[in-house]
């Protein structure tokens, strides 16, 4: 069985923090690229990170950039996303995906999804 299985999400407050755990079965996490998406209400789901297969991070959305970070653990087989200065706007689920790439992560291209966490902000 080849999918993900992500965790960390929770309600915060405004300005919080959280981080979330995506945990990879039946691929290790440097295989490919791994991306970070997410979902909010009524929206498109869209990119947040992506972390290539070297251990780069080659892509930020520009609305989390400076509050985001994403990371790796190849002994745990995990990615990871910690999320600062948390905005209602960055209310969603938070899926993690595996890319047919080494060093990005288009959309159309993810493979691989796990279920996703939920991430609300809200006072």
């Known amino acids: 069985q080849l999918d993900f299985v992500e965790s960390g999400g929770g309600l915060v407050p405004p300005g919080g923090s959280l981080r979330l755990s995506c945990v990879a079965s039946g691929f290790t996490v440097d295989s490919s690229a791994i991306g970070w998406f997410r979902q909010a209400p009524g929206k498109e789901r869209e990119g947040v990170s992506c972390?290539?297969?070297?251990?780069?991070?080659?892509y930020s959305a520009d609305s989390v950039k400076g509050r985001f970070s994403m990371f790796r653990d190849k002994t745990k087989n995990t990615v990871y996303l910690l999320m600062n200065s948390l905005q209602p706007e960055d209310t969603a689920v938070y899926y993690c995906?595996?890319?047919?790439?080494?060093?990005?992560?288009?959309?159309?291209?993810?493979?691989?999804w796990g279920k996703g966490t939920t991430v609300t902000v809200s006072s």
């Open positions: 995906a595996k890319s047919q790439f080494q060093d990005s992560c288009p959309l159309e291209d993810m493979s691989n």
């Open positions: 972390i290539s297969s070297s251990g780069r991070v080659p």
